[in-house]
């Protein structure tokens, strides 16, 4: 059983930066896509950021796209994502994913395993 675990969530200032990590255990996480996803209140979740299960590719929300990092360490079995010019809007809880290869994409059913989230909130 693969299980992930996100922490660096917390409370910002508009303008500011996080850096949140998901630690993955029980399997090897070279063996998956892992996305990050979030879902503010009343809302649904939606898809943040994904990358593929060399590393090669990543894939952002425009809502997210020139201020968010992907990234994986594949050897420390951890992927992170680099939160840079935080707004109120990016308040939400987020989640880390993982979906076995060749599966890879937006579609949240193909995230076999998820984490149990970390908080977000930017204040203006």
């Known amino acids: 059983q693969v299980q992930l675990v996100e922490s660096g969530g917390g409370s910002v200032q508009a303008g500011g930066s996080l850096r949140l990590s998901c630690g993955v255990s029980g399997d090897t996480i070279s063996n998956y896509c892992m996305g990050w996803f979030r879902q503010a209140p009343g809302k649904e979740r939606e898809g943040v950021a994904r990358?593929?299960?060399?590393?090669?590719?990543?894939y952002y929300a425009d809502s997210v796209k020139g201020r968010f990092t992907i990234s994986r360490d594949n050897a420390k079995n951890t992927m992170y994502l680099q939160m840079n010019s935080l707004q109120p809007e990016d308040t939400a809880m987020y989640y880390c994913?993982?979906?076995?290869?060749?599966?890879?994409?937006?579609?949240?059913?193909?995230?076999?395993?998820w984490g149990q989230g970390t908080q977000v909130t930017v204040s203006s």
């Open positions: 994913a993982a979906a076995a290869s060749p599966a890879c994409s937006w579609t949240q059913g193909d995230y076999n395993s």
């Open positions: 990358i593929s299960s060399s590393g090669v590719l990543t």
